[in-house]
Structure formats: structure tokens, C-alpha cells
């Protein structure tokens, strides 16, 4: 896989298309210029890879638009050393970004096909997460408590088990609402019975599958 000097030029395009629409977190900015979006498209759609759009990635999943992952990256706070649990492993683009951040990275996938693709993928352009398959809505219990949690899917309310996963000053960022729009959602836990949550813009993501999600 080759990133050439024309994929850097039209990655550096997206970068601006994603600023001009206010995203202003310039460590996400750059760790998104690092990763090769290309890289997780076939060769047959690369004209789509640099285009600030969600694009299907089959099993009924997208990879996400460039914009709404900065978005939730930004919301999400990242400082390098921080333990970040990603729902939604997907086509790993998301994860990529939080490992570029520095983060330690704990990610899971409710879809075995998407799973084990991606679990080969990822290591073979220099990326090693935390893989798990399973089911997200219940987080990844073993290895909290969490600086940072972000569902990549959308839930029909904010899974109690995510919230009791994070630890204190944690950010939990998750899109609730309907099967076709959600709201974002960024729940700070302030103390060990306390939480903050602030609403922000719609947004439209796959369903978030799974016992505290849609069954």
C-alpha cells in the first residue's frame, strides 16, 4: 500500500474542508493527516477516500465521516497516555486516530466478519489496538476504569454500563436517539456519583447492537 504525495495533498485538502467546518483541535487535525484514509477503501473506490462523507464498508457498516470523527475525537479530549475504550471497532479508522493521539486503545466489534478483518488489518499499516469481539453496549469491564469512551454507533439511551466504566473525569461521547438521528452526548463523570452531560449537534449513525442497545 502506497501513501504517495498525491493521497498526502488531497489528506492536507480534507484537513482544511474539516477546519473550515469548525473543528479547531489541532492535535486531532494532525493526527488525522497521519492516517491513510485510503488505506481502508478497495482500490475500485480510492476517488471516495479523501471526500468528507461516511462510505459503506459492508456488513451493513460505514466508515465514518472524516468530519463526524473529528468532531467526536474532539469532544472525546485526548491526552497521550490516556486509556480511550472505542464501541464500534469497524473498519479501524477511528481507532487509528485515538492510537495516533497517543492513546492506549481498547476497541470492540459486535460484527465477527468486521472483526476478524479488521483485527488482521490494522497491525499490517503499523496499528495495534486492544481487539475484542463482542457486545459493546456492555463495554470492556476487565480493563477499566476509562479516561475516554466514544460509541460509534448509535444507542437508544446511554448504556449504564459505559457510564459506570469511566473514571473520574472521564468523557463518555455517544450519539443518542432514533435508529436514523441522533444527538451527540458528552457525559463527564465529575465524581463517583456524578456526571455532567452537555447535548450538541445531529447526527445519523448505524445502530449501536447489543443488550443496552438495540437488541
Given amino acids: 500500500m502506497e501513501d504517495s504525495y498525491k493521497h498526502r495533498g488531497l489528506r492536507r485538502k480534507l484537513i482544511n474542508t ?18 491513510p484514509r485510503h488505506f481502508f477503501f478497495d482500490n475500485a473506490f480510492l476517488e471516495h477516500a479523501y471526500q468528507d462523507k461516511a462510505f459503506p464498508i459492508g456488513q451493513g457498516q460505514t466508515i465514518s465521516q ?18 480511550v475504550l472505542e464501541i464500534g471497532t469497524g473498519s479501524g479508522y477511528q481507532a487509528c486516530i485515538l492510537l495516533e493521539l497517543v492513546a492506549e486503545v481498547y476497541t470492540i466489534e459486535y460484527n465477527k466478519v468486521l472483526y476478524e478483518k479488521t483485527r488482521k488489518f490494522l497491525p499490517k499499516i503499523g496499528y495495534k489496538p486492544h481487539f475484542k469481539h463482542g457486545d459493546g453496549s456492555l463495554g470492556w469491564p476487565e ?41 451527540m452526548v458528552r457525559i463527564t463523570r465529575t465524581a463517583e456519583n456524578e456526571y455532567q452531560t452537555r447535548e450538541y449537534d445531529y447526527f445519523a449513525f448505524v445502530p449501536l447492537l447489543g443488550k443496552q442497545g438495540w437488541k
Fill in 143 to 183: 480493563h477499566a476504569p476509562y479516561d475516554g469512551i466514544v460509541v460509534t454507533a448509535g444507542a437508544p439511551a446511554v448504556p449504564e454500563a459505559l457510564k459506570q466504566q469511566l473514571a473520574i473525569g472521564g468523557r463518555l461521547v455517544i450519539p443518542v436517539g432514533s435508529t436514523d438521528r441522533q444527538r
Fill in 66 to 83: 472524516p468530519y463526524t470523527v473529528a468532531f467526536q475525537t474532539m469532544l472525546l479530549a485526548v491526552k497521550p497516555g490516556d486509556k
Fill in 18 to 35: 474539516i477546519r473550515s467546518k469548525g473543528i479547531h483541535d489541532e492535535a486531532v487535525l494532525t493526527a488525522m493527516n497521519k492516517v
